[in-house]
């Protein structure tokens, strides 16, 4: 630790001497060289990281061209386009056969119940792949076809989505916590007629049907005039007697609850994954694609509430993925890498899958809850392991916290070495307790602010080099040149608070919204012309350092999760009894944010106990439990302006109970706001 310079959040962490030691990158010096070299020289700097993958085809001539400036003409970003390669090939054949990983682990597996664990190998993980793609071509998949995933965090979500990349598909994967319409609204966007899932998954105790929901989704889909063709199932939750597949010899200690779901069947497209791998060939040659086709889509909310299919391509995804992973956890040859999050996130896409397998990594992979059985499972977890790299997001650090740090501190944790963040900004507190406690102050702390669009880490420490202060994500990646701008669209020199925006293009950045590419151009470049705005507002103090301070638009963050407002209204609406809705966020102590509705109802409608559940389990249905809102704030009104637009920004405040409401003079009913402090919900 280095001097203090005041506030606790201005505080400065040097990176242990012995994690410095062994970096890629031990010095700002040489930090600031690379990174010079990346943003000057962009092509030398990303083409010696490309030579270390293999290219079927490369094609000479321009690396990388781009058009940010929406005036000149279409936005677009390409990177090594008219070259071609193959995902699964570089993360798997490479490592087996080129670089003789084969019988280095790949996952250990940790299931909800601590006794149900597995391990699969670089080898095993090749074969099964290659199975898998066998059978999805025997169910009509062909290249840059979507195909829908909608698994828990098991194994076999792994092999679907390198799967879909060997042939050349599309995976749009699907969190297993959205509802059945949440899931039908995805399948519908990219017309996916494939879809993978399980009989069901153990959250903690709680049991999720997850193929009951795939049907309702169906039935959605069918409403909307599209019909599947095939739904591939995971057996994870049956009696294991019946179940043949490969998995069952590598989980000899399983001891997973049995469950039979009597899982709903309909033998026209349904079909049981082992049944489908016992009969598939394991050879399946990878086809070779361009280095700008897709290589997934996945869904992030939009402020107008429809979510939006963020595209991905194969070659500058993956040398991005790759060398995020590389420098932000320092990754070696022997390091056992740990993220929490889910597959159905962006994270889980680049930090538990396509990164570490890019680097022929060792991770564990865990199906359950930091809770369960109790609040200590993430030590334990990463003493049985001696894991050294930890990735996790400030919701959970936040909430562990409050069980005291005995649940922390019972176990050895000796193995830790750098310990990540992601999801939110982390409040300075949290930050401390997870060096403090958690790291017992040698590890360094790697506070990674980036976006589903951004498809890797953009702003981050890098943990041998970077004195980090609590609550900053401090510098530009390899390749980034973030600004900062005023209103006026006028680039903020030296310190000062404004719109995070991107100057140039990095390899992993999105491409395109699925089938919208005019929204793309609008969401990202149409406010701010010539800069990817990432709709998060930042401040630059005067050392250079950069505090993402949340969302500028109608965006919530609840535990890491990004909702619009938007979205959860439109569910809220649906309710027979509501005339007018609307949602803000309010500071919560666990999630960072949680919903605050306001709820207008219909003339003869009361409020009561039971329509509080009914809104509740409309959110829950519509989009998933983890939008249903904390506070239902029942009024006769909305502030509004003379135009008729609702004053969010009035709301916001009294949600927070706050009397400072600044300029009023546009409002149209000034007694709305007096009606909405008296009658603010009572479990605030
Ligand atoms: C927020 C998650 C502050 C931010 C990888 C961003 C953060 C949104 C951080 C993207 C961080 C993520 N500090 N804010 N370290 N990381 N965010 O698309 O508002 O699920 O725009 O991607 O999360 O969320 P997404």
């Known amino acids: 630790m280095a001097s203090k310079r005041g506030d606790v959040s201005n505080e400065l962490y040097l990176p242990n001497k012995i994690i410095q030691e062994n970096a890629f990158v031990k010095t700002m010096d040489e930090y600031r060289k690379l990174y010079k070299r990346s943003v000057e020289s962009p092509e030398i700097f990303w083409k010696e990281i490309a030579d270390e993958f293999y290219w079927k085809t490369e094609k000479k001539g321009k690396f990388f061209s781009y058009n940010f400036d929406i005036s000149k ?21 490479r490592n087996v056969i080129e670089k003789g990983f084969g019988d280095r682990i790949a996952y250990y597996w940790e299931g909800n119940d601590p006794d149900d664990h597995a391990t699969i190998t670089y080898k095993e993980l090749l074969r099964n792949v290659c199975k898998f793609a066998n059978v999805l071509k025997g169910k009509g998949v062909k290249k840059e076809d979507c195909v829908a995933i909608y698994l828990p965090m098991i194994m076999e979500v792994v092999v679907a989505m390198l799967a879909c990349s060997r042939i050349g598909a599309i995976h749009s994967v699907i969190f297993g916590g959205f509802s059945a319409q949440s899931l039908a609204q995805r399948i519908l966007d990219a017309k996916c007629t494939v879809l993978i899932t399980a009989d069901g998954v153990w959250r903690g105790t709680k049991l999720l049907n997850l193929k009951e929901t795939v049907d309702e989704a169906y039935k959605i889909c069918k409403e909307n005039g599209h019909h599947m063709k095939a739904s591939i199932v995971v057996k994870h939750l049956g009696p294991p007697e019946s179940k043949e597949d490969h998995l069952k010899k590598i989980t000899q200690q399983a001891k997973r609850p049995v469950y039979d779901l009597k899982t709903p069947w309909n033998p026209d497209i349904d079909c049981w994954w082992h049944e489908e791998m016992n009969r598939a060939n394991d050879i399946c040659e990878p086809e070779w694609v361009d280095a700008e086709n897709p290589l997934f889509i996945l869904y992030t909310s939009g402020s107008t509430g429809k979510p939006k299919g963020v595209v991905h391509t194969t070659g ?6 790759a060398t995020t992973f590389k420098y932000v956890f320092d990754y070696h040859p022997g390091d056992i890498y740990f993220c929490t999050a889910d597959v159905g996130w962006i994270t889980g896409h680049t930090y538990v899958v396509y990164g570490p397998l890019a680097q022929g990594a060792t991770s564990v992979m865990f199906e359950g809850l930091p809770f369960h059985p109790h609040p200590g499972r993430y030590w334990e977890i990463i003493d049985k392991y001696r894991v050294t790299k930890f990735y996790t997001a400030p919701t959970a650090v936040r909430a562990l916290m409050k069980y005291g740090d005995s649940h922390v501190t019972k176990y050895d944790r000796s193995s830790l070495k750098i310990l990540g963040s992601v999801g939110e900004p982390i409040n300075p507190e949290a930050w401390l307790w997870y060096h403090k406690i958690v790291g017992n102050e040698q590890c360094s702390i790697v506070d990674t602010f980036w976006q589903t669009e951004t ?43 404004g719109y995070l925006v991107f100057k140039k293009p990095w390899p992993g950045m999105m491409r395109t919204i699925y089938k919208s590419h005019e929204r793309f151009e609008t969401t990202y470049f149409e406010k701010f012309i010539g800069y990817y705005c990432t709709g998060d507002g930042a401040r630059r103090d005067e050392d250079g350092y950069y505090w993402v301070t949340g969302r500028v638009d109608d965006m919530l963050n609840v535990s890491g999760h990004l909702l619009s407002t938007a979205q959860v209204e439109s569910a809220l609406i649906e309710h027979k009894a509501v005339s007018e809705t609307a949602v803000v966020s309010h500071p919560h102590s666990v999630k960072g944010e949680c919903l605050y509705a306001f709820i207008v109802l219909k003339e003869g409608y009361q409020f009561n106990s039971d329509v509080e559940k009914e809104l509740r389990a409309k959110v829950r249905s519509k989009i998933g439990p983890f939008a249903s809102p904390e506070f239902l704030h029942h009024t006769s009104g909305l502030p509004k302006t003379r135009s ?15 009397r400072d409401l600044g300029d009023l003079s546009t409002l149209a009913d000034p007694q709305v706001v007096d009606e909405l402090y008296k009658t603010r919900p009572k479990n605030i």
């Open 73 to 93: 003409g279409p936005v677009y970003v390409e990177w090594m386009k008219g070259s071609s390669t193959n995902t699964c090939y570089n993360l798997l054949d």
């Open 455 to 497: 498809g890797g880490h953009v702003l981050t420490p890098l943990p041998g080099c970077t004195p980090t202060k609590p609550g900053s994500a401090t510098f530009p990646f390899f390749g980034v040149v973030p600004a900062l701008l005023n209103d006026e669209g006028k680039e903020i020199q030296g310190p000062g608070e």
């Open 316 to 321: 500058g995804y993956l040398l991005y993925a």
């Open 644 to 658: 008729g637009k609702i004053m969010r920004r009035i709301l916001r405040k009294i949600a927070r109970n706050d």
